[in-house]
């Protein structure tokens, strides 16, 4: 029997990450994880390691730190086992935009953004090469709704869509799946650094429904997985329309709209 490829999960000391870890554990794949508190990553892999006889590896990073960071981009260009990336650690911010200092916006966006491309392209030469091999980025419906009022964590969860798309449409032909997955309000620890009781919200999704539902995306190869929304019309509408677009966007001349009247 071929061994399972290794997953390495950012993010993986709690929600969305630590649940990924549990159900790849389960499905018998050896795991790195990554995130800052070494001490409940340790926890999680004793657990994992006892229930699934699974090897569970730690990396401690806060990958907003560009030192930090190049040990797990090293690790992902290294190592062959490493066949899946999952995308996932990222944060947000409490207030509005005229609320949040420049550094803490620089941070969010380093982590949101800088960190998950610059892991993205430390592991996509070697999935290529090989032609298999699978990367996750975890956006968010934010990244589709302007309308939410989280500018820079929406702008940063549309970073990750349009990269997945993107990567997607690259190297899919290279044997490398990407996939990107879009929850809407899970039940994590992300709403205290939003400052938001989760309890005061609706339509709150449990971490392993939303895992099990992007992990059946993720088995089907979808592109986009958006696990709350249920009527899947709507985005292959908003899809469609958006490559409709397309053939009509690149003109020599302004539109008529744009031309003063003569
Ligand atoms: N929960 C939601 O409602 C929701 C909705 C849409 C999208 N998402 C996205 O889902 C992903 C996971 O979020 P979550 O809800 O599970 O949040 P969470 O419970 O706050 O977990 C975030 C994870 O990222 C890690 N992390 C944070 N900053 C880090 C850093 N600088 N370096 C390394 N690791 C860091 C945290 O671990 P350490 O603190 O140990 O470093 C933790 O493991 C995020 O990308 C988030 O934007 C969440």
New binding site residues.
């Given amino acids: 029997m071929t061994a399972k490829p290794s997953v390495l999960i950012?993010?993986?000391?709690?929600?969305?990450?630590?649940g990924y870890a549990d159900r790849f554990a389960r499905r018998g794949h050896d795991l790195v994880l990554?995130?800052?508190?070494a001490a409940?990553m340790e926890a999680l892999a004793e657990r994992l390691r006892s229930e699934t006889g699974v090897t569970v590896d730690i990396m401690t990073?806060?990958?907003?730190d560009p030192t930090e960071r190049a040990v797990v981009e090293t690790r992902l260009r290294d190592d062959a086992q490493i066949e899946i990336l999952i995308n996932?650690?990222?944060?947000?911010l409490a207030g509005t935009f005229l609320d949040q200092s420049t550094d803490d916006v620089e941070r969010l966006v380093t982590?949101?953004t800088t960190a998950l491309v610059r892991l993205a392209h430390a592991i996509a030469p070697r999935l290529a090469q090989s032609g298999k091999g699978a990367i996750v980025n975890?956006?968010?419906?934010?990244g589709l709704a302007p309308e939410f009022g989280m500018a820079v964590y929406g702008a940063t969860?549309a970073f990750a869509l349009y990269l997945s798309q993107a990567l997607n449409l690259q190297l899919g032909p290279q044997g490398v799946y990407v996939q990107a997955v879009l929850?809407?309000?899970?039940r994590?620890?992300?709403?205290d650094?939003a400052g938001v009781d989760v309890d005061t919200l609706s339509g709150v999704m449990e971490v392993n429904d939303l895992v099990d539902a992007a992990l059946a995306g993720f088995d089907r190869r979808e592109a986009v997985t958006i696990p709350p929304l249920h009527e899947v019309g709507k985005w292959d509408a908003y899809d469609a329309a958006r490559q409709a677009m397309l053939p009509g966007i690149s003109q020599s001349q302004p539109a008529a709209r744009y031309i003063a009247d003569a």
């Fill in positions: 950012t993010g993986a000391s709690t929600g969305i990450g630590a990554v995130a800052r508190n409940r990073a806060d990958l907003a996932n650690a990222g944060t947000t982590l949101n975890i956006g968010s419906v934010v969860k929850p809407a309000t899970t994590t620890e992300i709403w650094h």
